[in-house]
């Protein structure tokens, strides 16, 4: 992948984030590009025998950083001589802190370990359900187990062309993105390319179920039928569009797998997802970017509570993070 030179890896020396450092190594390097790795603590409130803002405090909290930072110097030694990196311990909320960094910095990547499991094993915790919806450059969250190189890729596109116009340059935009991105890192792990977009008839019910609607089966198949090839034929200038910017050796080398799939996209991509046995799911978390406070569809949310594999979320063009950064 050559459009990361500004990569931020988010560690946790404690767990196992071995696997997101090489990864991020590996992009910086083939890249050129520049890796500043961070760890985020607490910041340190009054608690009892402490006074607010006194030097017992300061004194706490700049002891917390330094124990801190000592770890994750113990922990980036063994992979200090592979590449450059800077290294930094922020202080406070987890996603708050790492958006402004990536705002501060102009940052072009986030990598990160998911933060933790709940009980129903879900694998994004609240913070990266924070970075997920607000983080204004692709975030790429990778399981700690998930194997290097990558031997399964799907990206889910939207084809849909019902979009109002002001917002079908987005969706559009965004889909190139997410090609583009899931075939270079394919291209570049050797790894399985798979596409996606799951349609739906939005009429359909309504004409087969509905009290008031009179019409045959045979129309209503014809319906259904003129819709998929709508969304086969969008699909196909989407591809179109892909072979003109990676180029037609490159896509004929990858030949990847499209899948038309009529459904629910809640319930289908994760479904596909466990089928081919994926081990990167690369998505778009935005479903409007004009629209003040919503910030990630449902349909995104649902999908990203199913897949239990990593995956590298990416925001449309023009997306404005709520997260303003002080001062």
């Known amino acids: 992948m050559k459009r990361f030179k500004n990569i931020l890896c988010v560690l946790e020396p404690e767990r196992s984030s071995v696997p997101v450092l090489e990864r991020a190594i590996e992009l910086a390097n083939s890249n050129q590009g520049r890796l500043t790795v961070v760890s985020v603590v607490p910041h340190v409130t009054v608690g009892i025998g402490v006074s607010d803002g006194g030097p017992d405090l300061v004194d706490l909290q700049d002891a917390i950083v330094t124990i801190h930072r000592q770890k994750l110097d113990a922990f980036i030694a063994p992979f200090a001589t592979r ?28 990598i990160k370990v998911p933060e933790q499991r ?20 692709p975030l790429w969250i990778i399981k700690p187990q998930a194997p290097k190189p990558c031997r399964v890729i799907l990206a889910a596109v939207d084809v849909d062309d019902a979009y109002p116009q002001d917002e079908a340059a ?11 991105m899931a075939s270079a890192l394919a291209l570049a792990e050797s790894a399985e390319l798979h596409i996606i977009h799951v349609w739906e008839a939005p009429a359909e019910s309504a004409m087969r179920n509905g009290a008031f609607m009179r019409t045959g089966q045979t129309e209503v198949d014809a319906y259904v039928q003129q819709i998929r090839r709508q969304r086969s034929a969008c699909m196909e200038s989407l591809m179109q569009s892909l072979k003109h910017s990676i180029g037609a050796d490159a896509l004929q080398y990858l030949r990847p797998t499209i899948h038309l799939i009529k459904g629910d996209a809640c319930q289908q991509i994760p479904s596909l997802s466990q089928q081919i046995d994926a081990d990167l799911v690369v998505m778009g978390t935005v479903a409007r970017t ?14 990203l ?13 023009g997306f404005s993070t709520p997260v303003k950064v002080d001062g």
Not at 124 to 136: E, Q, V
């Open 170 to 180: 987005s969706v559009e935009g965004l889909n190139r993105q997410l090609l583009e």
């Open 118 to 137: 709940d009980w129903l094993d879900r694998l994004f915790g609240s913070d990266d359900m924070h970075l997920l919806r607000k983080c204004p450059c």
């Open 83 to 110: 590449t450059k990196m800077d290294i930094k311990v922020l202080v406070g909320i987890p996603f708050l802190q790492i958006i402004h960094e990536v705002l501060r910095h102009h940052r072009d990547l986030v």
């Open 305 to 317: 509570g199913q897949i239990q594999c990593s995956v590298l979320a990416v925001k449309p063009p």
């Open 290 to 303: 004009g629209v003040s406070g919503l910030i990630m569809g449902n349909t995104a949310e649902t999908i």
